[in-house]
């Protein structure tokens, strides 16, 4: 399928180094991005589907990396059905698995845990509810798996690894398991803050420091935050990602923000939601955060679109998360609430409110155009202005 987008207002790249984007068209073919900016008239009339965007904002889909998977499109937690379905009309279009700890009776023997995270990566490899892709499968770091067993999962496609819910007798104990999952090429994120669910324990800066995952998951608090002295030193005494997330403590996600600012490390700084947990399901919830930091610590809001899209794709080396030609074509169009007193998606994000959602295109499919069913009405009009494709993208049947 060819896509594109025209007319629209205002391009946010995803790369917090450069931010924006000139031009007013997308291109998307196969998948892909073919081009940003500006685009020849032979170009756009070629496509399948042509998208106006009526003068709105185009982002990079957002990238939710800290999503509680399970089986299928239902979170036992909060015994939902759909729900994935539901976050992609939050404008969410990644999905990422904090580990498949919400598995009812969920194994924790070596041979165990590799057979779930085995088989929820598989699961996934081509189901995409709604139009979401979800990296599904992030091992479970428990006492007796050695570094042969990451190297076997890692071998078969498993590239996540978590530390914070096994049963070792301190946090100190992960370090070897995430140094095994460092050396078998795994992204490795550890549970941070007070516990959460039955199996995990208080995670402080002493033991971030000490094991030194590649991220620090909600290090706002998941959802009890850790104190407020580690916060500093985890910021400015390491490389690791710093992930902030809705389910947290709100007081600490505009500290992190602010620190990670002042002390240059903005790149590392990135946006998840840690739901479905018995925070509940939070469709826009990375909307909210990215208002949260911009309106309350003073983050300009397209860098705040950057710790949601760009930021998160780097971190987890996904090739998404920028709108740039030859990336994975997932583009989301946003728009200052109907309604409200800002004229712009962005000067609404800066004054606090939510973007509304005009349309999201993930793989260079349109899976709506027109409104989300999660937001609020687009002030400006989004629409299909043509198709040759017996398909109705405007979204009136969700």
């Given at each position: 399928?060819?896509?594109?987008?025209?007319?629209?207002?205002?391009?946010?790249?995803?790369?917090?180094?450069?931010?924006?984007?000139?031009?007013?068209?997308?291109?998307?073919?196969?998948?892909?991005?073919?081009?940003?900016?500006?685009?020849?008239?032979?170009?756009?009339?070629?496509?399948?589907?042509?998208?106006?965007?009526?003068?709105?904002?185009?982002?990079?889909?957002?990238?939710?990396?800290?999503?509680?998977?399970t089986?299928?499109?239902y979170?036992?937690r909060?015994?939902?059905?759909?729900?994935?379905?539901?976050?992609?009309?939050?404008?969410?279009?990644t999905a990422?698995?904090?580990?498949?700890?919400?598995?009812?009776?969920?194994?924790?023997?070596?041979?165990?845990?590799?057979?779930?995270?085995?088989?929820?990566?598989?699961c996934?490899?081509?189901?995409?509810?709604?139009?979401?892709?979800?990296?599904?499968?992030?091992?479970?770091l428990?006492?007796?798996?050695?570094?042969?067993?990451?190297?076997?999962?890692?071998?078969?496609?498993?590239?996540?690894?978590?530390?914070?819910?096994?049963?070792?007798?301190?946090?100190?104990?992960?370090?070897?398991?995430?140094?095994?999952?460092?050396?078998?090429?795994?992204?490795?994120?550890?549970?941070t803050?007070?516990?959460?669910?039955?199996?995990?324990?208080?995670?402080?800066?002493?033991?971030?420091?000490?094991?030194?995952?590649?991220?620090?998951?909600?290090?706002?608090?998941?959802?009890?935050?850790?104190?407020?002295?580690?916060?500093?030193r985890?910021?400015?005494?390491?490389?690791?990602?710093l992930?902030?997330?809705?389910?947290?403590?709100?007081?600490?996600?505009?500290?992190?923000?602010?620190?990670?600012?002042?002390?240059?490390a903005?790149?590392?700084?990135?946006?998840?939601?840690?739901?479905?947990?018995?925070s509940g399901?939070?469709?826009?919830?990375?909307?909210?955060?990215?208002?949260?930091?911009?309106?309350?610590?003073?983050?300009?809001?397209?860098?705040?679109?950057?710790?949601?899209?760009?930021?998160?794709?780097?971190?987890?080396?996904?090739?998404?998360?920028?709108l740039?030609?030859?990336?994975?074509?997932?583009?989301?169009?946003?728009d200052?609430?109907?309604?409200?007193t800002?004229?712009?998606?962005?000067?609404?994000?800066?004054h606090g409110?939510?973007?509304?959602?005009?349309?999201?295109?993930?793989?260079?499919?349109?899976?709506?155009?027109?409104?989300?069913?999660?937001?609020?009405?687009?002030?400006?009009?989004?629409?299909?202005?043509?198709c040759?494709?017996?398909?109705?993208?405007?979204?009136t049947?969700?």
């Amino acid at each position: 399928m060819r896509t594109a987008i025209v007319n629209i207002g205002t391009i946010v790249s995803g790369n917090w180094k450069s931010p924006f984007v000139a031009g007013d068209t997308i291109v998307m073919a196969d998948g892909r991005i073919e081009s940003v900016g500006t685009a020849g008239a032979a170009a756009v009339e070629s496509c399948d589907v042509v998208i106006d965007a009526g003068g709105t904002t185009a982002i990079p889909g957002l990238i939710d990396s800290h999503v509680h998977i399970t089986f299928g499109d239902y979170t036992p937690r909060q015994r939902t059905v759909g729900y994935l379905e539901s976050y992609l009309h939050g404008g969410i279009t990644t999905a990422i698995s904090a580990s498949e700890v919400h598995v009812p009776g969920r194994p924790s023997d070596a041979e165990g845990v590799k057979a779930l995270a085995l088989a929820a990566q598989r699961c996934f490899a081509a189901y995409r509810p709604g139009g979401i892709r979800v990296h599904a499968g992030s091992i479970i770091l428990e006492p007796g798996l050695t570094g042969d067993d990451l190297t076997e999962v890692a071998r078969k496609g498993v590239w996540l690894a978590k530390a914070g819910f096994g049963a070792v007798a301190t946090a100190f104990e992960y370090g070897p398991l995430v140094a095994a999952a460092k050396t078998a090429g795994m992204v490795t994120t550890m549970h941070t803050g007070g516990s959460s669910i039955p199996g995990s324990g208080a995670i402080t800066g002493d033991h971030i420091l000490a094991v030194r995952p590649d991220v620090s998951f909600h290090i706002n608090g998941g959802p009890t935050a850790m104190p407020d002295r580690d916060f500093e030193r985890v910021v400015r005494e390491t490389d690791i990602a710093l992930q902030v997330c809705t389910a947290g403590n709100l007081r600490t996600t505009l500290l992190c923000a602010r620190l990670a600012r002042e002390a240059g490390a903005w790149d590392r700084f990135i946006i998840g939601t840690d739901t479905p947990t018995g925070s509940g399901i939070m469709p826009l919830g990375i909307l909210y955060t990215m208002a949260h930091i911009a309106s309350l610590a003073d983050i300009a809001p397209e860098q705040a679109v950057c710790a949601a899209t760009g930021s998160n794709a780097r971190v987890y080396r996904l090739d998404t998360g920028v709108l740039a030609a030859g990336k994975e074509a997932d583009v989301v169009l946003i728009d200052a609430p109907d309604g409200g007193t800002q004229t712009t998606a962005l000067a609404a994000i800066k004054h606090g409110d939510i973007a509304a959602i005009g349309a999201v295109v993930t793989a260079g499919v349109p899976r709506f155009v027109g409104r989300s069913r999660n937001t609020p009405a687009t002030t400006a009009k989004v629409r299909v202005a043509s198709c040759r494709i017996p398909q109705d993208f405007s979204g009136t049947g969700h």
